[in-house]
């Protein structure tokens, strides 16, 4: 079974407007955590914003916010104010306790028109 | 220094080279990582070494063999490929499972064999 389901293959937005990605994930472990990460054409992996199991608060980094809904098990990425320069692969990834394995969504092409 | 290096970035190389990857940080990061990443799809995990032991095989091909000489520095040795290996080759580091900071990821080695 996937552990992570990302179900945007692509999605579109307008310059300065938000947009939000999805990501749903599946585990049985009270200990874990979830990352996003963004992979331009280049190829490096950005990593963009983590959210811990046991986080009471929502994560927020600059633009991006992490919309966590623990008992859906869904964890959101938002990006406030899209830049042309966001335009790129974007992955969710969860790692379980003590598991040393990362483990990946087959993520969502955002694409920031102008 | 924040960063994994990565070398080289391109490489090409026949089915009966042999061949390296190298990869290097300085974080101080007590795990590291190779990832494979086939074209438009999410990076799956090769090997992971913890406190420069190797900790996760996923079952990969003998023709790949990791290094770990120290605690900065981890190689991928290359042997007899075929043209299906042909990805980008990712490496990355992560301090442990409670840092916040996510898995810190080199810019990749994209291979071709011909």
């Known amino acids: 079974a996937q552990k992570i389901t990302q179900t945007q293959p692509g999605m579109f937005v307008q310059e300065k407007e938000a947009v939000t990605l999805d990501c749903t994930y599946d585990t049985s472990d009270q200990s874990y955590g979830l990352f996003w990460y963004k992979q331009p054409s280049s190829g490096e992996m950005i990593f963009l914003i983590y959210q811990g199991s046991y986080d009471e608060q929502n994560a927020t980094e600059g633009r991006y916010s992490l919309n966590f809904q623990k008992a859906r098990k869904s964890a959101n990425l938002v990006i406030s104010a899209s830049q042309l320069g966001d335009s790129a692969m974007y992955f969710c990834a969860m790692r379980e306790a003590p598991s040393e394995k990362l483990v990946f969504g087959k993520g969502t092409k955002l694409t920031v028109n102008p | 220094d924040t960063e994994v290096t990565q070398t080289p970035k391109h490489l090409v190389m026949g089915m009966t080279n042999k061949k390296s990857l190298k990869c290097e940080q300085h974080?101080?990061?007590?795990?590291m990582y190779w990832y494979k990443q086939k074209a438009k799809k999410p990076p799956e995990l090769m090997f992971v070494y913890s406190y420069e032991k190797l900790s996760i095989n996923e079952s990969v091909p003998s023709r790949f063999s990791p290094e770990c000489p120290n605690s900065s520095l981890l190689n991928l040795h290359l042997h007899a490929l075929q043209p299906e290996d042909s990805a980008l080759y990712l490496c990355?580091?992560?301090?442990?499972?409670?840092?916040?900071?996510?898995?810190?990821f080199g810019s990749g080695t994209r291979l071709t064999v011909v």
């Open positions: 974080m101080g990061h007590r795990a």
């Open positions: 990355a580091s992560s301090q442990d499972f409670f840092s916040r900071g996510g898995y810190t």
